[in-house]
């Protein structure tokens, strides 16, 4: 007889999960890690946080998630736990890394989930009532001729400056009812007294029309009915006599159609209340009785559109919408959109609207950082959103006295002084082997202060890669750098793209020294500074090789102004139409300083190339291409200039650039795509260096032996 076999696939449970079977009938486990969070190896180490979650919650699966970073970052106890934030979630506290990795397992600080970055947000939406500003103004009663008519219909006063805040810029009046029928109020006008002609008169330019109830001219009062006038704007001239001369125009109505405006004319010696027209609606009789009696005229100081709320903390940074606002000095300062001012816990703001209905949110600078990683060593930050930075001191994505950490595929973005900070406190934890890697960082909000995008203080073989960074602020008159590297050694700054406006691109300073700068786009497009500074009192070898500088204030700058040494410039392609500075500049005290295989092209009037006489004995040149269109001065050495056609003289004078020329290096693009044409002078005229890629990552040389000037390696024929 035939038998019959079955195979029965029953799932297995397995820590509460229910696993599918197999198509062999087992569980089956990858090894890898799941990033579901509802099993695998790495179950217990990974800990959620969602906005939907709750602090009572385990924390170690996506439906358990927590709720705060707070509680979760109390569970990274050792090497290889993550804190995972779910994508698209914001959080408005600051994560502090408690403990350490390891090289083979971090501790990690990354997303789950589809969408974007989950943000940490050191500032916190304002969610306190907002209030039109109200400050201290001055009224006068009963002003002196107002309720007697001077004209038919009309009422005319002079208010003397002492009998108001003179230092006022807005004005209403307050009007009450004077007949059994009811009294209208037409135009009602504010103006600066004329210096001739009628003593009513205002001065040609100056009257002001006040309106009524958001907007209208025309009110119709009854016997002893009181009214108040809109706020509107008026700049006084306290130089006058007289600052103020008010007219009120009225009518009185024999039915109850409302009138709908009357026309108020300007003579030549100003506004003349004898120049008033007829009213546009016909039907109407005027009896001067009918005029309503003026009460008082108030002022106060501060204009309109400004509003007020509670914030404890000082902010250095507010937005709204996330768009930064503009910091003013004081509250007479405010008047432009989105301008703000903070004292004695209140914020005021400059909108043109009430802000609860205009902007769906508004947040002010809170916390220093979003992440602190302080003392802690191998610790991963991966793809999350970090903003709003409010401190002097610190960055918003903070390193301090740690090793082995990185930070990765990053938006950090809108601080104070420092976004990104990567520094030591401690010499005997020094901060090394730390990555910042493929981060969009940028948004520098301080006035009157040194702010650096990325900064690297005294630190040891760190790595600044792949990221882009930018000042993103139009400011003027101050210094913010996109790159610093402060006492720093054996660090790598590799691939970057640098934007303007900002002052200096990458600068390097005090005590830097065996660091490499490469591989870089600074593009400048209105850079104040310099693409890339040599700074003062540098030691050790500090070089740049490979790099692309456009629009600069000056391309490449060395300051020797305190003794700087061990400078290399190398294969650097500048291109510079501003006019704004040398393409490449030596300055001061310097020390073997080399400068091989460059291309420079200037348009504007300063030189391709310029070194100061207190540095030639420093500076040792050659092989490099120095042009200027239009033809003119491409070169200052050592005080004097020299063009394309007198360079042979330059050379002798200088002994410098033996190998060297003053041609177009024919790029491709001038000014777009630096690339070299077939034809360029710059093909195989180099020194070959020790160097084997370009700025693309082309080999060098090719496809040659020899290696060509400027950033970009010929990859033709």
């Not at 695998?40 to 800990?47: C, S, T, V």
């Not at 083979?104 to 304002?126: E, K, L, Q």
């Not at 204030?553 to 510079?576: E, K, P, R």
């Not at 020790?690 to 060509?708: E, F, K, Q, S």
Request: proline fraction near 4%; aromatic fraction near 10%; hydrophobic fraction near 35%.
């Amino acid at each position: 007889m035939r038998r019959l076999c079955f195979l029965v696939l029953l799932p297995v449970m397995c820590w509460g999960q229910i696993i599918p079977p197999s198509p062999l009938g087992m569980a089956v486990f990858s090894g890898k890690r799941d990033t579901t969070g509802k099993h695998g190896w790495n179950y217990g180490k990974d800990h959620y946080v969602a906005p939907w979650g709750n602090d009572s919650w385990s924390g170690n699966r996506t439906d358990s998630a927590k709720l705060t970073i707070s509680s979760a970052q109390a569970l990274l106890t050792g090497a290889g736990h993550r804190m995972l934030l779910r994508s698209g979630g914001t959080w408005r506290e600051t994560a502090t890394i408690p403990n350490s990795g390891t090289a083979a397992n971090p501790i990690t600080v990354t997303s789950y989930g589809s969408g974007n970055r989950p943000i940490i947000d050191a500032g916190d939406s304002i969610s306190s009532a907002w209030s039109a500003v109200s400050t201290t103004g001055n009224s006068i009663t009963h002003p002196a001729g107002a309720n007697n008519p001077n004209a038919p219909y009309c009422f005319r006063t002079l208010i003397p400056p002492d009998s108001v805040n003179a230092s006022g810029t807005q004005v209403r009046v307050i009007v009450i009812g004077n007949s059994v029928t009811k009294s209208n109020i037409g135009g009602t006008f504010i103006g600066q007294q004329a210096s001739s002609g009628d003593v009513y008169d205002m001065q040609a330019g100056t009257p002001v029309r006040i309106t009524w109830h958001g907007g209208s001219s025309i009110d119709l009062l009854n016997l002893s009915q009181q009214d108040t006038s809109d706020w509107v704007n008026f700049t006084f001239d306290t130089s006058k006599t007289n600052i103020w001369s008010v007219f009120v125009r009225s009518a009185h109505t024999r039915n109850t159609t409302n009138v709908t405006g009357w026309n108020m004319y300007y003579d030549s010696g100003g506004a003349d209340s004898n120049n008033i027209g007829t009213p546009d609606v016909s039907g109407y009789s005027l009896f001067g009785a009918c005029i309503p009696l003026l009460i008082r005229i108030e002022t106060r100081a501060n204009p309109a559109n400004q509003y007020q709320t509670t914030v404890t903390t000082q902010p250095n940074i507010v937005t709204f919408n996330d768009t930064v606002g503009n910091p003013v000095a004081s509250t007479a300062a405010l008047a432009s959109d989105k301008d703000w001012y903070w004292s004695s816990n209140v914020l005021y703001i400059y909108s043109t609207s009430a802000p609860t209905t205009r902007f769906s949110k508004i947040e002010a600078a809170d916390r220093a950082n979003a992440i602190l990683i302080s003392g802690k060593d191998f610790v991963a930050v991966n793809n999350i959103e970090m903003k709003n930075g409010n401190s002097a001191a610190i960055g918003l994505m903070a390193i301090r006295n740690s090793q082995g950490s990185s930070i990765t595929n990053c938006s950090i973005h809108d601080s104070w002084k420092y976004i990104v900070s990567v520094d030591s406190t401690s010499t005997s934890n020094k901060t090394k082997n730390i990555t910042v890697t493929s981060n969009s960082i940028y948004g520098l909000w301080a006035k009157g202060i040194y702010s650096i995008a990325c900064y690297l203080g005294n630190v040891d073989t760190c790595t600044v890669s792949s990221n882009t960074v930018y000042r993103g602020n139009t400011y003027t008159g101050y210094t913010s750098d996109c790159i610093t590297l402060y006492g720093a050694r054996n660090c790598i700054v590799d691939g970057n793209t640098i934007l303007g406006p900002s002052y200096d691109g990458i600068y390097m300073e005090r005590g830097a020294q065996w660091n490499i700068v490469r591989y870089n786009k600074v593009l400048g497009a209105g850079l104040l500074g310099n693409g890339i500074t040599f700074g003062e009192l540098l030691t050790g070898k500090n070089t740049a090789y490979y790099n692309l500088v456009t629009d600069a204030g000056c391309g490449i700058y060395v300051n020797g102004s305190t003794t700087t040494d061990s400078i290399g410039i190398y294969n650097n392609t500048v291109y510079d139409s501003t006019g704004s500075g040398a393409g490449i500049h030596v300055n001061g005290t310097v020390t073997h300083c080399r400068i091989f295989n460059n291309a420079v092209y200037v348009t504007g009037s300063d030189a391709s190339i310029q070194v100061d006489a207190t540095a030639v004995s420093g500076v040792t040149m050659d092989n490099n291409d120095w042009f200027h269109s239009p033809a003119g001065v491409s070169i200052y050495w050592n005080g004097s200039g020299y063009s394309a056609a007198t360079f042979a003289t330059y050379q002798s004078a200088s002994g410098q650039d033996a190998h060297g020329f003053s041609s177009d290096p024919l790029f491709v693009q001038t000014g777009y795509n630096f690339a070299l044409q077939s034809g360029s002078p710059c093909k195989n005229t180099g020194t070959t260096l020790t160097y084997t890629l370009d700025i693309l990552g082309n080999i060098v040389p090719y496809p040659t032996t020899a290696v060509d000037i400027g950033a970009y390696e010929y990859q033709g024929p």
